[in-house]
């Protein structure tokens, strides 16, 4: 069965950085597009970033572009996100999706 599994996430101060990575299974990675989203306490959940099956073609919300990064690495059926410049407001449970499927979510706090 489909499965995805985040990591990486953590307790980190504005301006610094921290890289999750979403391992997945139960599908043919390289033929899906992969996304991430996240959810702050008391609001919906948001898409951050996309990324195309080869990784050419990504997206990213207006509130993270030139700060955080999407990639994906095939050969390791895993997706990644960098964060850079994190922001208090970036403070989420963050989930990797594909049509019909979500991983248990990596909790990313940005205190000082």
């Known amino acids: 069965q489909v499965q995805l599994v985040e990591s990486g996430g953590g307790l980190v101060q504005p301006g610094g950085s921290l890289r999750l990575s979403c391992a997945a299974s139960g599908f043919t990675f390289s033929s899906v597009w992969m996304r991430w989203f996240r959810q702050a306490p008391g609001k919906a959940r948001e898409l951050v970033a996309s990324i195309s099956t080869t990784g050419d073609n990504t997206n990213y919300a207006d509130s993270v572009k030139g700060r955080f990064t999407i990639s994906r690495d095939n050969a390791k059926n895993t997706v990644y996100l960098q964060m850079n410049s994190l922001k208090p407001e970036d403070t989420a449970v963050y989930y990797c999706?594909?049509?019909?499927?979500w991983g248990q979510g990596t909790q990313v706090t940005v205190s000082s």
């Open positions: 999706y594909v049509p019909n499927y």
